[in-house]
């Protein structure tokens, strides 16, 4: 349990140091004078001259040496102080923290999609092993997952907001908006998670310990419930672990693509208008979000599978 | 003699088909109450597929002809579904490898409990209760929390004999019960399934070890290609056999081999020194001595986890003593110490033709390929066979294979660990026969393996016994193991 | 258990990938030439047009030839992508055997290497990469290799570890076989399918990763025709010519869908 929490902690402190060294590095190498460029950020090019600039390169540090500029950037970030918006010029945080409800609005979303599309295709396809859904899910499967999550976007405005008139293509005003934009990721993900679940189930149906408790007498019913549910459902959780990542990159894609008013979609835009305070929290978020959903993922592992947790116990009692 | 009690299971002209091809049968019998069913085959004979015909469980691709009447109730006529109402009620099975029959994700306690609770429909206080007797009454306690994966095989095995007998069901069918256990706890298994018939119920058990079949006693069936060949009482029908394959067959068993006699010794080729070996922290084998002559055979026997083949493996000089010296004759060059393993493909690249492997042993130590040929012919392997993946011959064949490839670098010693473990009693006389031969022939010093007492016994020069893991730890770790001749 | 018509579709889906990537290759090679026309060259009065037989795919909204454009994004993609394969797969693959061969600290470091670059979701580690130098190829290249180089280290580590552990290995030394021939009939037949396997999803990642970075206008900046920027320049237009949008879509497809198939579907988890 400690060990769990303790790897997942190291890798959320490697996130924090990866994306700051890395925004630094950004900052670094804007091309001409950052001071300068900062002081235009914030009064405008007409409003700021060299004093400006000497003012913000004192206040920033800017004059000292490289190493110790990149301590004070790290320190910084120690203390979750994120800085402001070259652009908005508000705190980040406050920014963070109105696009992660969306973030995480959109991403549930898609787990959510994905599992309703998953789970009863890779059910119905692994109880008959070989037969027409089985077919017809992995064509279909080969197919989908060929398609990249914002081709995916596409394709779906073409046919349900424009051809069919359906849904709203952009932005996000109702819940009706989340419709597009969650059923392009959860489609993305079902498309390899199916047959996940499709090998599960047919694993188990096929287990020896399953055809051993229907010949002790439990029922179909009865064996389902007590042994298949939970051997099948080990290998799932454990892959949507391994999904994971394709979901925190399908946040930033799709948003992109939705223009949906999350953090990925912050994101790229602090990218595009080289916002680096903004870059840095909002790359900071999607990391830390992705370490915190990971040990989500390794906890309910260890709820299901009772064989990590004696083991762990063995390991404490000796 | 106990007057014979009814019919309870009863067999008549059954017939397995895959398509055309007639994969069992046609085989007839009858079991009463108090009484045993022995069927002995070969692996690969068809003999699971009768227990497969009598439970209902056969694959879809299978078609199962002739009557099955159990309890005077005509199985065969059943629909699937009605026929699964029976099981643990009053059929029951333990499954081969029974550890692999259990859910690895649930304590052995409630795998048991659950069928006293939904199969015999017990109250949850009646049904725990009842598990706690049943895992007294079978020396398991202290297992009950324990998951399937951290039981050991014999654990395992009672552990799967209480869950599928909780159901009360009078008649059990067990297929291949000592697949994968020492010899040492066959004596157990036997115990354990000789229950069911003592208290009145009928027994049918599937094997390929004669052994087991003489302890259970009862009555005996001898499949050979799925074909019935000879039936009675067990004691009869294996003192006096009537056909060729029977009487081969018991004569396989190792306790039948005509001993070996001592060896006349030559000079020494392999010598080790009071060595001590130790694994992960434990001490595996303290104080070991051995001198190996050539053209000399001797067998190693000790139950497994007792560190045989880490011995084997520090002989061969892979692993290095903690304590002790083992030196080899000076003759000796590095490739005249060969091993061969216990199971045959895994000791193949899995993805290279038999001919391939064989031909980069030749070309390295410049033997031409007539005569890699010749002794493959003397071994009695089919050169066509060459052409396969190691996954696509027989186990025999394999190891007769690896006999030849260990042979093509003229070894002056061979260690062999288990070699024969996996293979049927008839090929495994067969190869430890060839194996004698060439240590006579070539005056190579075998070193032999083995868990099975009596082949230890009646094969080698010599035997050492290891002592068992399961003995209280002595001071100084598991067992002092001597060089101790019988 | 593979049956047999199992492994005769199987086959015939690898077949169809092959030559799918063949022909793309061909394309790739040839580039815009193949049609005759600047990708670059804009002409506002042909803007928009459907497919004619001056403009095979017809034109974009600047008046450019979309069949060029399609054929430049092609070179660039593939291109980027062989190139980064070949660069993550080598260093990984022999990373990955001095590490399981060595083990101790050597094993150790490059282990906490690859857990570090893991630490991040891979297109984020890109984007970041992409971020420092906006629109540069190089960062692109240095980016999408760094992530896909992981993949090769893990999984050669770990099977070689396997195969070393093998009773076989121990034979075939025991047999007097040198580390040559144990490489040859031992390592490459067991990791070698699955490498092939790395990398044809390694490259097709790597094409997206470089359409996705352009879509989100943080990878190669136009005028540069490539399909992700193409998608983002005609999105505006998908009510007036939706059959301008799918072009680059379709592209995609093809080419991921061709990767896929090249070793059996890419739906196995």
Redesign the interface.
């Known amino acids: 349990m400690i060990s769990a929490f303790l790897a997942r902690g190291l890798q959320a402190v490697l996130v924090a140091l990866i994306v700051s060294v890395f925004s630094f590095i950004m900052m670094k190498a804007l091309p001409g004078d950052a001071a300068y460029r900062i002081a235009a950020g914030r009064y405008g090019y007409d409003m700021m001259d060299a004093a400006s600039a000497e003012v913000v390169r004192k206040e920033l540090g800017l004059d000292q040496p490289l190493l110790l500029q990149l301590a004070d950037w790290i320190s910084a970030l120690a203390k979750f102080d994120l800085g402001k918006s070259l652009v908005y010029g508000t705190p980040v945080m406050d920014e963070i923290a109105v696009q992660l409800g969306y973030s995480l609005l959109l991403a549930a979303g898609a787990v959510l999609a994905s599992l309703l599309i998953a789970l009863p295709v890779g059910i119905a396809a692994g109880l008959r092993p070989g037969g027409l859904v089985d077919k017809a899910s992995f064509s279909l499967s080969v197919f989908l997952r060929a398609i990249p999550f914002f081709a995916l976007g596409i394709l779906l405005i073409l046919v349900f907001a424009i051809q069919l008139d359906l849904l709203p293509v952009a932005g996000f005003h109702s819940l009706e908006h989340l419709v597009l934009p969650s059923l392009t990721l959860g489609l993305g993900l079902a498309t390899v998670s199916n047959r996940v679940v499709r090998d599960a189930v047919a694993d188990a149906m096929t287990a020896e310990w399953r055809l051993f408790s229907r010949t002790k007498g439990l029922s179909a019913r009865l064996t389902m419930l007590r042994h298949v549910l939970r051997n099948a459902a080990l290998p799932v959780v454990a892959y949507v672990g391994v999904q994971l990542a394709y979901l925190i990159e399908g946040v930033v894609i799709v948003e992109a693509v939705f223009a949906w008013p999350g953090i990925g979609h912050a994101l790229v835009h602090a990218i595009f208008s080289r916002d680096i305070p903004m870059v840095q929290g909002t790359a900071l978020t999607l990391g830390l979000l992705y370490v915190v959903l990971n040990l989500c993922i390794d906890l309910a592992c260890r709820g299901i599978d009772p064989r990590t947790r004696l083991s762990a116990r063995e390991k404490q009692g000796t | 003699m106990k007057a014979p009690g009814r019919v309870v299971i009863s067999v008549q002209a059954l017939c397995i088909h895959a398509g055309k091809d007639i994969l069992l049968g046609p085989i007839e019998f009858h079991v009463r109450e108090g009484g045993t069913l022995v069927i002995i085959g070969e692996t690969g004979a068809g003999k699971s597929l009768a227990v497969q015909a009598i439970l209902g469980t056969l694959h879809g691709s299978l078609l199962a002809e002739g009557q099955i009447t159990v309890n005077g109730q005509r199985h065969d006529l059943l629909a699937p579904s009605t026929r699964a109402n029976f099981w643990g009620k009053e059929l029951a099975t333990l499954p081969q490898e029974p550890w692999r029959a259990l859910d690895p994700l649930m304590q052995s306690h409630r795998q048991v409990c659950e069928t006293h609770r939904f199969v015999s429909c017990h109250s949850q206080h009646a049904a725990v209760v009842a598990t706690n007797n049943a895992f007294g009454s079978l020396g398991l306690n202290g297992a009950e929390q324990h998951l399937p994966g951290t039981l050991s095989g014999g654990m395992a095995q009672r552990v799967a004999f209480a869950a599928a007998t909780a159901g009360g069901a009078p008649i059990l069918l067990a297929d291949e019960p000592t697949k994968g256990l020492d010899t040492k706890r066959h004596a157990t298994v036997v115990s354990l399934l000789s229950q069911v018939p003592d208290s009145g119920g009928a027994l049918v058990v599937i094997t390929h070890d004669i052994s087991v079949a003489r302890s259970l006693g009862g009555d005996v069936l001898i499949l050979k290609d799925g074909c019935m060949i000879e039936q009675g009482p067990t004691h009869a029908v294996l003192d006096y056999p009537k056909t060729t394959y029977t009487k081969d067959l018991a004569n396989a068993q190792p306790a039948c081999w005509k001993p070996a006699k001592p060896c006349q010794s030559g000079d020494w080729v392999l010598k080790a020194d009071s060595i001590r070996i130790k694994r992960g922290g434990r001490v595996l084998v303290d104080n070991f001595s051995l001198r190996l002559h050539a053209g000399e055979r001797i067998a190693i026997s000790g139950p497994s986890g007792g560190g045989k083949t880490t011995l084997l493996d520090t002989l061969a000089g892979l692993l290095r003593p903690a304590n002790g010296e083992i030196q080899r004759a000076e003759h000796l060059s590095s490739t005249d110490i060969q091993k061969l393993y216990q199971d045959p493909p895994a000791a193949f690249p899995a993805r290279v033709n038999l001919s391939c492997s064989l031909r980069d042993v030749a070309r390295i130590h410049g033997v031409d390929s007539a005569q890699v040929a010749c002794l493959l012919s003397r071994l009695g392997i089919n050169s066509a066979l060459l052409d396969r993946r190691p996954d696509e011959v027989s186990g025999g064949e394999l190891q007769r294979i690896s006999i030849a490839r260990a042979l093509t670098v003229r070894p002056r010693i061979l260690l062999a660990d288990e070699p024969t473990s996996r293979l049927d009693p008839i090929t495994q006389r067969d190869t430890m026969k060839l194996l004698a031969d060439i240590a006579s022939d070539e005056n190579i010093a075998i070193l032999l393996v083995t868990h099975d007492i009596a082949m230890a016994k009646a094969w080698a020069n010599r035997c050492i016994a290891l002592s068992s893991p399961e003995e209280p730890l002595p001071p100084g770790g598991w067992g002092n193991r001597l060089d101790k001749a019988y | 258990m593979h049956s047999q018509p199992g492994r005769s579709i199987r086959d015939g889906?690898r077949i169809t990938g092959l030559i799918l990537l063949g022909m793309l290759a061909l394309a790739a090679l040839a580039g815009p030439d193949l049609v005759n026309h600047d990708p670059a060259r804009q002409s506002l009065l042909e803007a928009m047009q459907g497919p004619s037989s001056e403009h095979l795919l017809g034109t974009d909204h600047l008046g450019r030839d979309m069949a060029a454009r399609l054929l430049s994004g092609a070179r660039l993609s593939l291109f980027l992508a062989c190139l980064s394969t070949i660069t993550a797969a080598l260093p990984g693959i022999l990373l990955g055997i001095t590490a399981s061969w060595l083990g101790g600290w050597m094993d150790r470091i490059l282990c906490a290497f690859a857990?570090?670059v893991l630490?991040?979701?891979?297109?984020?580690?890109v984007?970041?990469?992409?971020?420092?130098?906006?629109g540069s190829w190089w960062a692109l290249y240095m980016g999408i290799s760094l992530t896909l180089w992981v993949e090769y280290f893990r999984y050669t580590r770990q099977r070689v570890r396997i195969v070393l552990a093998?009773?076989?290995v121990?034979?075939?030394q025991?047999?007097?076989?040198?580390p040559g021939?144990i490489v040859l009939?031992?390592l490459l037949?067991?990791i070698g399918p699955g490498l092939l396997t790395i990398a044809a999803f390694g490259a097709?990642t790597a094409v997206?990763a470089v359409?996705?970075l352009g879509?989100?206008?943080?990878g190669i900046r136009p005028p540069t025709a490539e399909w992700?920027s193409m998608?983002t320049e005609l999105?505006p237009y998908?009510?007036e010519s939706?059959f301008l949008?799918?072009q680059p879509?379709a592209c995609?497809?093809?080419t991921?869908?061709a990767l896929?198939?090249s070793v059996g579907?890419?739906?196995?988890?």
């Open positions: 889906r857990d570090a630490a991040l979701p891979g297109l984020l580690l984007l970041m990469l992409a971020a420092i130098s906006p093998d009773p076989a121990e034979a075939s025991l047999l007097g076989l040198g021939t009939r031992h037949p067991e097709a997206t359409a996705a879509f989100v206008s943080v992700g998608m999105l998908w009510r939706p949008i799918i879509v995609l497809f093809i991921v869908l896929h198939l579907g890419g739906v196995q988890p």
